[in-house]
């Protein structure tokens, strides 16, 4: 075995045992630079400056500020107003739940936080109603995923950080793909309650429904304030992320008055645990940068074309690699670490970066769904004191919008940057 080989063993064996991915990466790279005669400062000044970039501060902000929405009432007017539009219809409160995580999606940032937001008040409801726990365990895991794809997404911003691209341009990439995943998922829904005779839950009343929009106007304009913001140029997405939280604080407290101290330590004692996750970037930076420098990417490259020269085909190869992945390994390190050796294959096939973005962020809404590290899967089944299985065995049916997306991104990938490139031009 060669040099190279002997480093990616040393890294994946760790990570299928299930050693921590940032101790994984420690290894690899001492097992790399064994074979490598470089200077080690290198690598060290590699790992101190993955904690300098500005816009890094928009991960535990937009986390912060999507706990916070969770305690001072913005998380239940949402669902309230989800209830008015869409829980009369079949499947009621499962269209709520998709409806309510697409909704806070915009407000986090975040999978898991969507997950439980939404969660803790959309599954308890529909267990008084009878749903089965596969269902609503299994629709708010999925229909939680969301806040990967849609705007604005900390695993975009960790990608736009590697691959040095336009934040707000990533941002809008993931639009139409949310959207299309919220109508799909609606679908299975709708299919799934025919045949499990899942009712809605009232009549459609419209005065209700403005009544729910005025009580809950505040909430509703928290996402047109962040990313109106955003996309107009009025701040940057790291300023967004602080507008969010100041705007949070301002209205749980001084308008709902239903935020309290307690709230507040509370989500940044969350905030806290969830920014350690952070911490990865250090020794995944390193292994990247040894990975650049062994030349993996030339070599997956002819990999990958002696076994097929079509784009749609390596993207889908790509795209089973990332689940795979998934399985052993937390989305952030999967962003950090195979960006660098996947980016210039799909730009030789001349894609956009732009594109390989939103589609590593979709394959990587499915990691959150696949056990044994799925972490919605774990919060889902958390909420309902179930086992992880029933939640693994729940979800797959709303695993097959993500996957029909996933191969639409791989034949047809021009849609996804269509609305980029018409806001802010050709790239």
């Known amino acids: ?30 097992v790399g630079l064994y074979f490598l005669d470089i200077p080690l400062g290198i690598l060290a000044q590699t790992g101190y400056e993955a904690f300098e970039p500005f816009p890094l501060l928009t991960i535990p902000l937009f986390v912060l500020s999507g706990r916070l929405m969770q305690w ?71 229909s939680g995923a969301l806040g990967t794809m849609i705007p604005p ?66 909430a509703v304009a928290t996402p047109i304030i962040i990313l109106g913001g955003i996309y107009t140029g009025f701040f940057t997405p790291t300023e967004a992320s602080s507008v969010a939280v100041f705007y949070t604080l301002f209205v749980g407290i001084f308008i709902h008055k239903e935020l309290t101290l307690t709230h507040i330590l509370e989500s940044l004692k969350f905030t806290g645990m969830f920014g350690g996750l952070l911490l990865i970037l250090a020794p995944t930076l390193a292994f990247g940068q040894l990975v650049a420098l062994y030349e993996l990417p030339a070599v997956v490259d002819n990999l990958l074309k002696t076994l097929t020269s079509n784009p749609a085909y390596i993207l889908l190869m790509i795209g089973v690699l990332f689940m795979i992945m998934g399985m052993f390994m937390d989305s952030l390190a ?69 996957l029909l997306v996933l191969v639409l991104f791989c034949f047809y990938p021009d849609w996804v940057t269509w609305l980029p490139n018409l806001v802010y031009g050709p790239e």
Request: net charge positive; with cysteine; proline share 6%.
């Open 1 to 30: 075995m060669d040099s190279m080989t002997y480093m990616f063993l040393s890294f994946l064996i760790p990570i299928i045992i299930g050693v921590p991915v940032p101790i994984a990466c420690g290894i690899g790279t001492a």
């Open 334 to 402: 999967q962003v950090v670490i195979f960006t660098p050796v996947l980016l210039p294959i799909t730009k030789n096939m001349g894609l956009s970066p732009v594109f390989f973005g939103v589609f590593i962020a979709l394959t990587c809404e499915i990691g959150f769904l696949t056990p044994p590290v799925g972490a919605n899967l774990f919060i889902s089944a958390r909420i309902l004191e179930d086992t992880l299985e029933e939640m693994a065995v729940g979800v797959l049916p709303f695993l097959i919008p993500y």
């Open 153 to 218: 997404s900390n695993m975009m911003v960790m990608y736009g950080l590697v691959a040095e691209q336009s934040i707000p341009r990533l941002f809008l990439g993931g639009v139409l793909p949310g959207l299309l995943l919220i109508i799909l998922l609606m679908t299975v829904v709708i299919v799934y309650s025919n045949v499990k005779t899942f009712g809605g839950i009232g009549v459609y009343n419209f005065k209700n429904l403005l009544v729910v929009l005025w009580r809950g106007k505040w």
């Open 72 to 142: 001072s009432g913005m998380a239940s007017r949402i669902i309230d107003i989800a209830n008015c539009l869409v829980g009369p219809y079949k499947g009621g409160l499962g269209h709520v739940s998709i409806f309510g995580c697409g909704f806070f999606a915009a407000l986090s940032g975040s999978g898991p936080a969507t997950t439980a937001a939404i969660g803790t008040v959309t599954i308890p409801a529909m267990k008084k109603q009878n749903y089965s726990n596969r269902f609503a365990g299994g629709v708010v895991a999925a």
